[in-house]
């Protein structure tokens, strides 16, 4: 084997332990489920195979910050006896399918439009995800980003000013650690321009997330205690379908936010 070859497979192999401590990990801390493990490692490989070590940052970035973050607002919604289950496969893919087609992209295109898709779909699934976790410890209800009125916490569509700017650092994050994957005269292009690109397409993922669960997303009533609900199970009983398109649930619409972000990055390098 050529040294090059070599050192891929040492890397590969240093990666394949450090997805596994944090995949095992992650599984014992509730963040992940079995098939949402499997998924995570899969897509972590692809992107490493794509980009190598440089592009997992900002993906570990997003999983790790995201799950402790979920893990808190869960711990102070007690209350509200809300639980957060494990991320499922579904879920894991809603949120970094996109990013995973991309760096595979970036093989037959390695082009700074391809590392913007990958970040942007990143920045706007980090500033989705944040906006909801933080946004839960705001003390006032959320507004509806449609009509403005006041409405339950955990509605869909829903928006406050604490969730908005816990958006925006989100955004700004996982943008500020997309410069280890630049390098050379695209490390100074990143740090002049791209970099503001990512944070808009973080909040601009954000927003499509917001207007498409306010409009477009399923949503159920519970027969039991008359809940409006997301899922199609309440109170240990079948919920009816309220209102939203039926195949439109919360992972279609964290995909869709993902892919929003992303080619809005894309787009933004192509017209440079």
Not at 93 to 122: C, D, I, K, R, W
Not at 180 to 209: E, H, P, R
Request: net charge positive; charged share 10%.
């Amino acid at each position: 084997m050529d040294f090059i070859t070599i050192t891929f497979a040492y890397k590969l192999m240093i990666w394949l332990i450090v997805a596994s401590v944090i995949g095992v990990y992650s599984y014992e801390a509730k963040f992940l489920d079995l098939g949402g493990l499997v998924a995570a490692m899969m897509i972590g490989t692809i992107i490493f195979i794509s980009g190598g070590l440089r592009w997992i940052a900002p993906l570990v970035l997003f999983f790790l910050l995201s799950s402790i973050l979920t893990r808190l607002a869960a711990s102070s919604q007690k209350s509200r006896k809300v639980e957060h289950s494990p991320r499922t496969a579904k879920q894991v893919f809603a949120n970094g399918g996109v990013a995973a087609a991309a760096a595979l992209g970036y093989l037959f295109y390695p082009e700074t439009g391809m590392q913007l898709l990958f970040l942007g779909s990143l920045a706007a699934a980090t500033s989705d995800t944040w906006s909801t976790e933080i946004g839960s410890f705001s003390k006032r209800k959320p507004r509806m980003i449609t009509t403005f009125r006041r409405v339950d916490k955990g509605a869909s569509g829903g928006i406050t000013l604490t969730g908005s700017a816990g958006g925006i650092g989100g955004a700004l994050l996982l943008g500020l650690s997309g410069m280890l994957i630049f390098t050379g005269d695209s490390l100074s292009y990143y740090t002049s321009i791209a970099i503001y690109i990512v944070i808009f397409a973080g909040l601009f993922g954000n927003i499509i997330d917001s207007l498409v669960g306010a409009l477009l997303q399923s949503k159920f009533v519970c027969g039991v205690c008359a809940t409006m609900t997301e899922h199609r199970l309440h109170c240990d009983e079948p919920t009816t379908h309220k209102s939203g398109i039926i195949f439109i649930d919360n992972e279609v619409v964290n995909f869709v936010c993902a892919l929003s972000g992303g080619v809005f990055a894309f787009i933004a390098a192509q017209n440079l």
